[in-house]
């Protein structure tokens, strides 16, 4: 069975970087789309980033865009979020989902597996 597991949320002044980080099972990558999404108290489930299966296709909200970058490491089964000058509105529980859509996407009815979510708080 699938399963994924983040790690690398926490608190961080305005301006700073986090790196989460998603542990996928083994030869997960190469078979789904992964995702990152993220959820802020009172609003819906939004669509950050994503990774296609072959690597060279990446999706990026207009939110986090030159701010956010993902990459995976498929020795590893590790998919990581790279995040740079971070924001109080980036504060939100993130998550990583895995899809078997052909295509990255924000949509996400499209992922059917999903992690617990790693707190992101962006306070000074």
């Known amino acids: 069975q699938l399963q994924l597991v983040e790690s690398g949320g926490g608190l961080v002044q305005p301006g700073g970087s986090l790196r989460l980080s998603c542990a996928a099972s083994k030869d997960t990558l190469d078979r789904y789309v992964i995702g990152w999404f993220r959820q802020a108290p009172g609003k819906e489930r939004e669509g950050v980033s994503c990774?296609?299966?072959?690597?060279?296709?990446?999706y990026y909200a207009g939110s986090v865009k030159g701010r956010f970058t993902i990459s995976r490491d498929i020795a590893k089964n590790m998919v990581y979020l790279q995040m740079n000058s971070l924001k109080p509105e980036d504060t939100a529980v993130y998550y990583c989902a895995a899809g078997l859509t052909p295509y990255c996407t924000s949509s996400r009815s499209l992922f059917g597996s999903w992690g617990q979510g790693t707190q992101v708080t962006v306070s000074s």
């Open positions: 990774i296609s299966r072959s690597g060279g296709a990446h």
